[in-house]
């Protein structure tokens, strides 16, 4: 890829504030403590993602860049793009994933976590298993010049050696003001050089390989 279409691919606007953009990804960790502190066992999924839509306006925000959602147990297999089954309630020994990408202030956040009700020790390992393969990936992303696609093929490797299935459909994505596909919509994963620092979200899904529950988590690259 040439220099000019890289500078392309991670451009944004001309004066990007540095720090508006990190205060926005603080206050996105901030609404998904606050979401799931307001989620409890017995609710519909449904519920909780009425949960999500009034807190980020309580804290100032109606726009994302995609739609808000929490996902619960079974629907844990399923991506942004997949419909979740209707009427699925959380359970006390249960699973479930909190997926947000509000607009402050004109910079965008993105931010995922799992979170597990109970003492079942399968689906705390997947919680756990989750971030632990994010943070493998974002060391070496640190630590060696290696492209989006190799992240992601590190990533699908480390799953599978820790006994899960990478759920490569959600695989990274610009993220910059708003809105970031006017600089580039394509994914971390097809990206032919190491990206810079504080532009990407590195996303990761995981599943069980024969049960029907996973975990997400995602962050900025930084």
Same mark, same amino acid.
């Given at each position: 890829?040439?220099?000019?279409?890289?500078?392309?691919?991670?451009?944004? *606007?001309?004066?990007?504030?540095?720090? =508006?953009?990190?205060?926005? +990804?603080? @206050?996105? /960790?901030?609404?998904?403590? +606050?979401? &799931?502190?307001?989620?409890?066992?017995?609710?519909?999924?449904?519920?909780?993602?009425?949960?999500?839509?009034?807190?980020?306006?309580?804290?100032?925000? +109606?726009?994302?860049?995609?739609?808000?959602?929490?996902?619960?147990?079974?629907?844990?297999?399923?991506?942004?793009?997949?419909?979740?089954?209707?009427?699925?309630?959380?359970?006390?020994?249960?699973?479930?994933?909190?997926?947000?990408? !509000?607009? /402050?202030?004109?910079?965008? $956040?993105?931010? $995922?976590?799992?979170?597990?009700?109970?003492?079942?020790?399968?689906? @705390? #390992?997947?919680?756990?298993?989750? *971030?632990?393969?994010?943070?493998?990936?974002? =060391? *070496?992303? #640190?630590?060696?010049?290696?492209? $989006?696609?190799?992240?992601?093929?590190?990533?699908?490797?480390?799953? +599978?050696?820790?006994?899960?299935?990478?759920?490569?459909?959600? =695989?990274?994505? #610009?993220?910059?003001?708003?809105?970031?596909?006017?600089?580039?919509?394509? *994914?971390? &994963?097809?990206? !032919?050089?190491?990206?810079? !620092?504080?532009?990407?979200?590195?996303?990761?899904?995981? #599943?069980?390989?024969? @049960?029907?529950? $996973?975990?997400?988590?995602? =962050?900025?690259?930084?």
């Amino acid at each position: 890829m040439a220099i000019d279409e890289t500078l392309n691919i991670e451009a944004h *606007k001309d004066n990007f504030s540095l720090e =508006d953009f990190l205060a926005a +990804r603080a @206050k996105t /960790w901030e609404a998904i403590n +606050r979401i &799931s502190e307001r989620i409890y066992v017995g609710m519909l999924e449904e519920e909780a993602n009425e949960i999500v839509k009034t807190t980020l306006q309580e804290m100032g925000t +109606r726009q994302g860049w995609h739609k808000p959602y929490v996902h619960f147990g079974l629907n844990t297999t399923k991506t942004l793009f997949e419909t979740p089954e209707p009427g699925v309630k959380l359970g006390e020994n249960d699973i479930y994933f909190i997926d947000i990408a !509000p607009v /402050w202030n004109g910079y965008e $956040g993105d931010a $995922g976590h799992t979170f597990v009700t109970g003492s079942n020790s399968e689906l @705390k #390992r997947c919680a756990l298993d989750t *971030k632990r393969i994010f943070g493998l990936v974002a =060391d *070496k992303w #640190r630590t060696e010049s290696t492209s $989006g696609q190799a992240l992601y093929e590190f990533a699908a490797q480390t799953a +599978r050696e820790l006994g899960w299935i990478l759920n490569l459909r959600m =695989d990274g994505h #610009r993220l910059a003001d708003f809105p970031h596909t006017a600089y580039h919509a394509g *994914k971390l &994963s097809a990206v !032919p050089f190491h990206p810079s !620092p504080n532009l990407w979200v590195l996303e990761i899904q995981i #599943r069980h390989p024969d @049960k029907s529950f $996973g975990g997400f988590y995602e =962050d900025i690259l930084m």
